[in-house]
């Protein structure tokens, strides 16, 4: 294990999901997941279904190189995204965040397969995992504490309140079990 040699854009397959590095190309097919209001309701920018806030988040994922577009296994469309992000070599961690799924994807099987996927590539390199979440994001709270993440601290990011939570690699073994 070593985390300087984080590879922050695989491909990962599951029996649900596949993920792999989003590319420009993805932008209309990401849009179309992205456009329902209903997906940003209760996250700090609510506004992200309009085009013009959306391509700058679009934009920001394409550059920090760790983005991916989810794809449903089944019918191969693009449902969403998540990306790795502030990797700390030092404390031997990295964020997973900006994750959202099309409304039709959630209940918890596809977002859970999700992230256990790029918790089991990020544990190959890393000693913790951590998640920022909008701190009135009662959604995606509910969903990474089913998958065993601890509350860890609160913070303003970008002027917005969010929580964070962390999953520490002695935990792969039971994070295997939710599969």
Same mark, same amino acid.
Request: proline share 3%.
């Given at each position: 294990?070593?985390?300087?040699?984080?590879?922050?854009?695989?491909?990962?397959?599951?029996?649900?999901?596949?993920?792999?590095? %989003?590319?420009?190309?993805?932008?209309?097919?990401?849009?179309?997941?992205?456009?329902?209001?209903?997906?940003?309701?209760?996250?700090?920018?609510?506004?992200?279904?309009?085009?013009?806030?959306?391509?700058?988040?679009?934009?920001? #994922?394409?550059?920090?190189?760790? #983005?991916? #577009?989810?794809?449903?296994?089944?019918?191969?469309?693009?449902?969403?995204?998540?990306?790795?992000?502030?990797?700390?070599?030092?404390?031997?961690?990295?964020?997973?965040?900006?994750?959202? %799924?099309?409304?039709?994807?959630?209940?918890?099987?596809?977002?859970?397969?999700?992230?256990?996927?790029?918790?089991?590539?990020?544990?190959?390199?890393?000693?913790?995992?951590?998640?920022?979440?909008?701190?009135?994001?009662?959604?995606?709270?509910?969903?990474?504490e089913k998958i065993g993440?601890?509350?860890?601290d609160e913070l303003a990011?970008?002027?917005?309140?969010?929580?964070?939570?962390?999953?520490?690699?002695?935990?792969?073994k039971e994070l295997a079990?939710?599969?």
């Amino acid at each position: 294990m070593n985390a300087s040699q984080f590879v922050l854009n695989p491909t990962l397959v599951g029996k649900l999901v596949s993920i792999r590095p %989003l590319c420009t190309d993805d932008f209309d097919n990401l849009y179309e997941c992205a456009s329902d209001p209903k997906i940003w309701e209760q996250h700090p920018q609510k506004n992200r279904y309009e085009k013009p806030i959306f391509q700058k988040f679009f934009d920001d #994922a394409i550059n920090s190189k760790g #983005a991916f #577009a989810i794809i449903d296994i089944q019918s191969s469309e693009i449902i969403g995204s998540s990306r790795y992000y502030n990797l700390d070599v030092i404390k031997e961690q990295i964020t997973i965040g900006y994750t959202f %799924l099309s409304r039709k994807y959630w209940g918890g099987i596809y977002n859970r397969e999700l992230k256990l996927l790029m918790l089991e590539h990020a544990f190959s390199f890393v000693e913790s995992v951590q998640f920022e979440i909008g701190s009135y994001n009662k959604r995606s709270r509910r969903a990474i504490e089913k998958i065993g993440a601890s509350l860890n601290d609160e913070l303003a990011l970008d002027g917005k309140d969010h929580v964070i939570y962390i999953i520490k690699r002695s935990q792969l073994k039971e994070l295997a079990s939710l599969k």
